[in-house]
């Protein structure tokens, strides 16, 4: 009895917390009459249209079924909270599925939503070019595809990019004019391979490399967006270099950068990506020079916001940029203006862009 | 004469057991001459923080290798005691809490997968594998994105202190746990039972042995090493997120293994897991300070595991 109850209880908690984990979402009727839809386990049983379907109206509730990489992860976690807020504001309804990182799931759950008969599949794809034939799949059953941070090379494939390669090639040219043309310089990336990650680390080679001939830009770190890894990667680094400035790509593996150049008592400057409202802080106190407001919740709002634009027709772009914003103290944008590196740049204080990072409704919403 | 030929055996006897750490001891003298500053007292320290955490899952995992099983929960194990960790100083501000919180944690993460193992009857390599997917959604419920930043005395001390302003706090952890691995499997009843699970586990069913009760304290320790390797972790970087430690899995087994720790159970030493740490933290390091280009450090680190593992081999041949 003892042995069955337990067992009972060993499959009810592994149950519970699988449906939870894998993503398996239950209708909840959400603020504005729209309905969320957060993980649904399933599938309702509806074959998808082979044929072109005509662009839905702003009365129609758009059908997303979004394939995100990872649902655990900080970033995708905002882009949810944020992309189900903009499915409030423009009549959409969201299924949001995590693949574990791993592409065959990927495809799973986007052959799932072709059954589903959504309106539009937004996946941020494990592999730009692996994830093509099931896309194509998706777009001859009427289905629009998106493609979310990474640039899906097919014709039919709308994207949601960052500006990533010229945004930190300026970080680049900011990072190397701001140490005096010389030094020696660490980059910290996310993993190999990754679009996002293999994006801005390009940019901000190209932007030392290509201007400053006496930096000595040392091989990038993969750092795979674990804080605690980069951290043992910089002490090690710091153990045999006198770093002069490190960029980063992602905040979240800052912070575990900074807490190692400060045990090394090293002086060396940080230059960071993303604009989470922490760095914004350490950006105001001066510990980060620099860094760049893209914003998960930004990100998931605009590209919610731009898929039901897309569906309805009002949008025809294939690649679709999401603003982005320098974050610097006064006194680094006007370094950044003395030195002409300000054009093109939208540059921002902490402050202004803290509460940005928050307000993106006020940014892109219907009242924008 | 007949001396001499029992020396030579009791000599090479030795040199096959502490095959890997004349490996480390090569590796360290190869390093040294390709980087003069890679026995520098700062690199040194460094190695001992990078291996620290992983050092203790990889404890952790030997036990659960040692009895035939395996353990996939390790990784985000870390990730989910660091984030119910975080949940607790989030509301109660004392490192302390967070610190329990994260071993109770882990312990309750073993203690399911042993429960799943001899209750449920799955085998290890599935139980753990299906946790390790449960763990990931637990993860993303409590920690909803949010990141907690550590500024209490005891985090930092525990993080970044030092003995005597020299050896590691977190260096001290690792050899503190690796002795209490020690003791357990060669003083204990419990070590003892651990060997037979793994040896020959009907065997120690008809010899009276309770099996399920000490795989199920296999697994609850393996559990308190992933819970003891998180606060280490978060601790190094004064923050808590739920990526943290995520990636630890594979150096834990890949150390655990080259440290002498049969696959097929039986067989495995707290002391060998130590080195195949160490050697996994130096091969890390040296791929760092050798400057090898990003996307050939993982095939490198690769390579370099297998070349160690098959010296060893080559060093073990004829044991039996």
Redesign the interface.
């Known amino acids: 009895m003892k042995?069955k109850l337990?067992?009972m209880m060993?499959?009810t908690?592994?149950s519970v917390?699988?449906?939870?984990?894998?993503?398996s979402k239950t209708n909840e009727p959400s603020e504005g009459g729209t309905t969320t839809t957060k993980e649904s386990t399933g599938g309702e049983e509806t074959t998808a249209d082979a044929t072109e379907q005509p662009a839905k109206t702003a009365d129609d509730t758009v059908k997303i079924g979004c394939v995100m990489m990872?649902?655990?992860?900080?970033?995708y976690?905002?882009a949810m909270?944020a992309g189900d807020a903009a499915a409030e504001d423009w009549n959409a309804e969201c299924i949001w599925k995590?693949a574990?990182s791993k592409l065959e799931e990927q495809v799973a759950l986007i052959e799932n939503f072709i059954q589903q008969g959504v309106d539009a599949i937004f996946v941020d794809p494990m592999d730009a070019e692996g994830i093509i034939p099931v896309l194509e799949k998706a777009h001859e059953a009427g289905i629009t595809c998106v493609s979310f941070g990474n640039f899906v090379d097919a014709d039919f494939c709308y994207c949601i990019v960052y500006d990533d390669y010229n945004n930190m090639y300026k970080m680049g040219e900011i990072c190397g004019k701001y140490i005096g043309e010389e030094g020696t310089v660490a980059n910290f990336?996310g993993s190999?391979g990754n679009y996002v990650s293999d994006n801005r680390e390009a940019g901000f080679k190209d932007g030392i490399t290509e201007n400053y001939a006496n930096i000595n830009l040392?091989?990038?770190?993969?750092a795979?967006?674990?804080?605690?890894?980069g951290?043992?990667?910089l002490?090690?680094?710091?153990?045999?270099n006198e770093l002069d400035a490190l960029f980063c790509m992602n905040d979240?593996v800052t912070?575990?950068l900074i807490?190692a150049i400060e045990?090394?008592g090293q002086d060396t400057v940080v230059f960071s990506n993303d604009g989470?409202i922490?760095a914004c802080e350490l950006v105001k106190e001066g510990t980060i020079k620099a860094d760049c407001l893209t914003g998960?919740k930004r990100a998931g709002y605009y590209g919610i916001k731009t898929i039901t634009q897309i569906v309805r027709g009002e949008i025809d772009s294939q690649k679709n940029y999401l603003p982005s914003h320098f974050v610097m103290n006064e006194d680094m944008k006007k370094f950044c203006e003395d030195n002409g590196l300000s054009d093109g740049m939208s540059i921002m204080t902490p402050d202004e862009a803290i509460y940005c990072y928050d307000n993106y409704r006020e940014e892109f919403g219907p009242q924008s | 004469m007949g001396n001499g030929a029992l020396d030579k055996k009791y000599i090479l006897k030795k040199v096959r057991e502490y095959s890997m750490v004349l490996i480390l001891v090569v590796f360290l003298a190869v390093m040294q001459i390709l980087?003069p500053?890679?026995l520098?007292p700062?690199?040194i320290?460094?190695?001992l923080?990078?291996v620290s955490?992983s050092g203790i899952v990889a404890i952790g995992a030997m036990f659960v290798l040692i009895t035939g099983g395996m353990d996939f929960t390790a990784g985000y194990g870390v990730?989910l005691c660091g984030v119910v960790g975080g949940f607790l100083y989030s509301k109660s501000g004392s490192a302390i809490v967070m610190i329990v919180g994260c071993m109770i944690t882990g312990m309750l993460i073993g203690l399911?997968n042993g429960?799943?193992v001899t209750?449920?009857h799955i085998k290890s390599f599935i139980a753990t594998l299906?946790?390790m997917?449960?763990?990931?959604?637990?993860?993303?419920?409590i920690?909803?994105?949010?990141?907690v930043?550590l500024d209490d005395p005891l985090s930092k001390w525990l993080?970044?202190g030092t003995i005597g302003g020299v050896i590691p706090m977190q260096a001290l952890i690792l050899v503190g746990m690796t002795a209490l691995a020690h003791l357990l499997l060669t003083r204990t009843r419990m070590g003892t039972y651990t060997y037979a699970i793994g040896g020959n586990e009907e065997a120690g069913r008809y010899a009276g042995v309770d099996i399920d009760k000490y795989k199920i304290l296999v697994f609850s320790f393996a559990g308190i090493c992933t819970g003891v390797a998180s606060c280490m972790?978060?601790t190094?970087?004064?923050?808590i997120?739920?990526?943290?430690?995520?990636?630890t899995l594979m150096d834990a087994i890949a150390a655990a293994v080259i440290g002498g720790t049969s696959t097929l159970g039986g067989k495995g030493s707290a002391f060998g897991t130590l080195i195949g740490a160490l050697i996994i933290g130096v091969i890390?390091?040296a791929l760092?300070?050798l400057?090898?280009?990003?996307?050939a450090?993982y095939l490198v680190k690769g390579m370099i595991i297998i070349s160690a593992l098959y010296l060893n081999q080559l060093m073990n041949v004829g044991e039996k």
């Open positions: 042995k337990v067992a060993m499959v908690t592994l917390s699988v449906l939870a984990g894998c993503g990872n649902l655990s992860n900080v970033f976690v905002n909270e995590g574990d990336i190999p040392l091989p990038s770190q993969p795979n967006w674990d804080a605690a890894l951290n043992s990667q002490t090690a680094l710091l153990a045999a979240n912070y575990g807490e045990a090394s989470d922490e998960a | 980087q500053k890679f520098s700062a690199n320290c460094s190695i923080y990078s955490g990730a399911t429960l799943i209750k449920m299906a946790m997917f449960t763990i990931q959604g637990l993860i993303y419920i920690c909803e994105g949010n990141i930043f993080g970044k972790m978060v190094q970087v004064s923050m997120s739920p990526t943290i430690g995520s990636t890390s390091n760092i300070l400057y090898v280009p990003t996307n450090q």
